[in-house]
């Protein structure tokens, strides 16, 4: 592991210009993901920034019922917060999802958003990646690729990448409209959660839209008002990331659907928030056929690998069972 | 890059100068001789390493040794500071392991889990997310455990271990 110095930084902004400072830090989470990637050399920061102490650890009640989470807010702490559980059960259930207790305990909310890849490629050195040494190629297109994306690759070029975004929790983000709040050495923007993770394009190498040195210091959820759930398919029942997930809202009104989000977890580079689907659903009676149509209509645009066709059905059976559960009693 | 930091562990303080890279698993096994916590995966894997920080169950060997300068670490040796811990005993009694590598990580993830229990946290097999008290089923325990490997599979004696606690402290029915 590279030599690095470690510095807890008093407040946001004096953490924001030290890291402005060098360009080759890090913030430091819970670390879970980063003192990992430091181990396996994949990650060689010679700055870490703690930001655990300052950023916010608190969820606080938004005045139209929307919540704004602290990004150091653990994901146990999260799962387990009443408001969550109340009014957006489906982001406890993806955060429950995800991990184990003990990474629950210790991982934050904005280290989760900008946890990276699992591909074996990317996290073996000794592999080519683009994503981790651009230009050296993809080592999954040809090679084990069984849990990669089927939506949204990029499948020729530098910029060849195929692998997912790991994150649960930021697939029922995705589905919630949340909003992240980023402090920069410019100031403060606000980044609508479907900009945060970019599709890898020309570039596998950037997984976000964030710049050097910016900060997440909070995500703000804008009230849900409809039922919501997050499912999750996985090799086994517990302690494993997903082949496919899901996090689905959905309003039924007199047999028709009124309102729904949809977004995929486990298929592209990017949370998935399935707007094909969601079109194709609004103004529509609730039934098994329309959900199926929908799902359809998302799935038309997958590009399967050799490995990876089975995510295509499996992804359609999601969305539509999951949808069917959602409206059970109201349709 | 070296930092002087103070672990303050089984209510032991521990005054040590650390490489800025070494993590608390290293500074407990290696620096301070405190080996119940053991090295499985290195990599969050497999729980082998779980300790308490501040009384919540964490994977040590994540964890950054100056990270915890000012935090409580309590390792499974502490549980038993102030004579049996009832998890101790109870894996005895259920025969809940073979080599017992795994077992020092186990007891500190089940501490957490009835702590997690008590303070009414759900789990992915809840299915009542609103509820206000928790009942640890085994299903329940399964998935709470689940961070826990055991190489010898000594699961079907794990869970009856934890699960009499869990009934003892009243978080199971
Ligand atoms: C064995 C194992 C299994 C797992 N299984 C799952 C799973 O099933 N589902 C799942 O979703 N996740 C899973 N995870 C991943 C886990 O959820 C992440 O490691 C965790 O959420 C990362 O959070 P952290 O605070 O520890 O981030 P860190 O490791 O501290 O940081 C991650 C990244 O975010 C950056 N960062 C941290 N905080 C900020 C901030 N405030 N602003 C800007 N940048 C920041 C860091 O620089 C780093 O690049 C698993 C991890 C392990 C080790
Ligand atoms: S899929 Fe992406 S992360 Fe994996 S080897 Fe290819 S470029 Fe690297
Ligand atoms: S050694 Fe820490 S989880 Fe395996
Ligand atoms: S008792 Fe041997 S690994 Fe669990």
Known sequence: MREFRYERATDAASAVALLAAEPEGAFLGGGTNLVDLMKLGVATPDLLVDVRRLTSAEVTDLPDGGLRIGAAVPNADLAADRRVRERFPVLSQALLAGASGQLRNRATTGGNLLQRTRCGYFTDVTRPCNKRSPGSGCGALEGVHRNHAILGQTLEGPGTCVATHPSDMAVALTALDAVVRVLGPDGEREVPIVELHRLPGDDASRDTTLRHGELITAIDLPALGMPSRYRKVRDRASFAFALVSIAAAVQVTDGMVADVRLALGGVAHKPWRATAAEEALRGRPATEESFAAAAEAELAAATPLRDNGFKVPLARNLVVRTLLQLTEGSR | ?173
């Open chain 2, 1 to 173: 890059m070296d930092t002087e930091i103070t672990l303050l562990v089984d209510g032991e303080r521990h005054p040590l100068v650390v490489d800025t890279r070494t993590t608390l698993l290293d500074a407990l096994r290696e620096r301070l001789r405190i080996t119940s916590p053991k090295k499985g995966c290195d990599h969050g894997q497999c729980g082998a390493c779980t300790v308490l920080v501040d009384g919540r169950r964490v994977n040590s060997c994540l964890v950054l040794a100056v990270t915890v300068d000012d935090a409580e670490v309590t390792t499974s040796d502490g549980l038993a500071a102030e004579g049996e811990h009832p998890l101790h005993r109870a894996f005895l009694d259920n025969d809940a392991f073979q080599c017992g590598y795994c077992t020092p990580g186990q007891v500190c993830s089940a501490a957490g889990v009835l702590a997690e229990a008590k303070a009414g946290w759900p789990s992915t097999v809840t299915d009542d997310l609103t509820a206000e008290d928790v009942d640890l089923t085994d299903d329940e325990i399964r998935d709470r455990m689940s961070g826990n490997l055991c190489r010898c599979a000594a699961y079907a004696h794990i869970v009856p271990a934890v699960a009499a606690v869990a009934e003892a402290e009243g978080v199971r029915r």
